[in-house]
């Protein structure tokens, strides 16, 4: 028999076809020669490295998962595993490709006019374009319907008021996908980065996701000619439906960096000695190791059959919220044990456990927080909203 892998406990690299394993190694070897290299002076100096952009899009990570416009039209599994590579070198990397696939690319192209997708998917396909969603304000993220930001329909234009809070990618956006109240319900713009009215400001000092840009977007009577609304989106249901997609690969991308602190903490264990002997030799340590190597194991198991039911289109939202809420914690519980076991050492960012873990308290917090998640999954099971 061969040994266990480690990182693959289960084999399931075994039940990934030649193309997802071929996907995920160009992606692995992407993120430990170019991304691992420089992401620690990144988080530690708040910056982006948004040099990378070009890179990432030439590997055609960019909206992967689309057909057409320029885009690889790679299965849901092949994404997922783009999340998860991208995300075992930091989660603002991989919150970077989540906004610009699933959050922008995703609604111009299911739920745009044939004018719109030909201006921007393969411009942002290539990377040339960049793309952010705005749909949190500043008075409460998890429940959107009841946005404030208004769009009234002027002669063929449309004067949209208000304010978006926390928007990965704002400040380098060329485009916003702004979500707005209107008369006849919510809807979906395209606001770009030059209509008069439209700013942005960048947030500072963030404890997490050090590596990426978040930012806020101000709209004071930006007028937007109807051809840039999405004649797709009606409704709530639109932004939610764009949600969903994120939150796919968040669930993939999060057992990546969950890996990355594994493997820190094991390497870490065998060559620490204490009492005589390396620690990976006392129980409670490898009762640790162990606890760290199952979750991983689950959540990897969750996200792959997520990946088959999506691209077999029988993925619900409420199962994506279930995974969501599991891998998030579970990414979130092994950073934090791994901290702990790298003692002392574990509180510098040479070792990518602070990092990561410091990184997953944004993404247990965006996309629907681990509470939503569970009251979502909640309401599936009682048919009652508690929210
Ligand atoms: P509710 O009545 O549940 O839904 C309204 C309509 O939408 C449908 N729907 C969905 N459709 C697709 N996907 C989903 N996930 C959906 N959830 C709901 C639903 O069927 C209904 O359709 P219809 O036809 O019956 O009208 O709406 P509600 O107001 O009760 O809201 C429920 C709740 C709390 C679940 C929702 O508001 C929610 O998910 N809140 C969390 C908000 C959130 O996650 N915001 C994320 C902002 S974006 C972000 O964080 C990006 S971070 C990116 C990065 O950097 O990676
Ligand atoms: P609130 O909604 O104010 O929640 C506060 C607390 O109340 C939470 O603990 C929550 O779980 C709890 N709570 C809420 N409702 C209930 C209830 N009914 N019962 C019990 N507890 C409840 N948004 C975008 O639109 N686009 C982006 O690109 C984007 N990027 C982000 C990047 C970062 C780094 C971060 C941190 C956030 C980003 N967000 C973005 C915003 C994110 O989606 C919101 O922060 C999130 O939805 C939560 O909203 P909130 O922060 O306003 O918290």
């Known amino acids: 028999m061969e040994p266990i892998d480690p990182y693959d406990f289960f084999r399931l690299k075994d039940s990934l076809t030649d193309d997802e394993r071929q996907v995920q190694e160009t992606v692995a070897r992407f993120v430990d020669d170019r ?46 595993l783009v ?20 959050l922008v690319m995703y609604p111009i192209y299911a739920m745009g006019t044939e004018e719109q997708k030909q201006r921007w998917l393969p411009a942002m396909a290539r990377g040339e374009k960049i793309g952010c969603f705005g749909l949190t304000e500043p008075d409460g993220g998890s429940d959107p319907g009841t946005m404030k930001t208004h769009a009234k329909r002027d002669g063929g234009d449309w004067l949209i008021s208000g304010a978006k809070m926390w928007i990965t990618n704002g400040c380098i956006a060329d485009v916003a996908v702004v979500w707005a109240e209107t008369d006849e319900g919510v809807r979906g713009f395209l606001v770009e980065k030059d209509m008069p009215g439209y700013t942005t400001r960048e947030i500072k000092r963030k404890m997490s996701l050090r590596a990426s840009i978040t930012s806020e977007l101000f709209l004071d009577n930006v007028r937007v000619p109807d051809a840039n609304r999405l004649p797709g989106a009606e409704g ?55 606890d760290m190597s199952r979750r991983i194991t689950l959540g990897q198991m969750m996200a792959l059959q997520l990946g088959r039911l999506k691209d077999d289109k029988k993925m619900h939202h409420t199962q994506v919220s279930m995974a969501k809420w599991n891998n998030c914690r579970t990414a979130m519980d092994v950073a934090r044990d791994a901290r ?12 990518c456990p602070i990092r990561h873990m410091l990184n997953l308290e944004s993404v247990i917090t965006y996309e629907g927080t681990e509470t939503i998640h569970e009251l979502i999954v909640g309401r599936e099971l009682t048919g009652h909203a508690a929210f």
């Not at 991304?35 to 990570?61: K, M, N, W, Y």
């Not at 998860?84 to 696939?101: A, H, T």
């Not at 702990?340 to 070792?351: P, Y």
């Open 340 to 351: 702990d076991l790298l003692g002392a050492s574990g509180i510098c960012v040479e070792c």
């Open 35 to 80: 991304v691992l290299p420089v992401i620690d002076e990144a988080f530690e100096s708040h910056r982006f490295p948004q040099d990378l952009i070009p890179e990432i899009a030439s590997l055609g990570l960019l909206g992967c998962n689309y057909e057409g416009y320029d885009c690889a039209g790679l299965n849901n599994v092949c994404y997922g």
């Open 236 to 290: 709530l249901g639109a932004p939610l439906s764009c949600l969903t997609q994120a939150r796919y690969g968040i669930c993939w991308g999060v057992i990546g960096a969950a890996i990355a602190c594994y493997q820190e903490a094991l390497d870490y264990s065998k060559v620490r000695v204490l009492f005589g002997k390396p620690i990976s030799h006392t129980q409670t340590v490898q009762r640790r190791l162990s």
């Open 83 to 102: 999340c998860q590579e991208l995300e075992r070198g930091d989660s603002g990397l991989r919150s970077f490709v989540s906004v610009q696939g699933s």
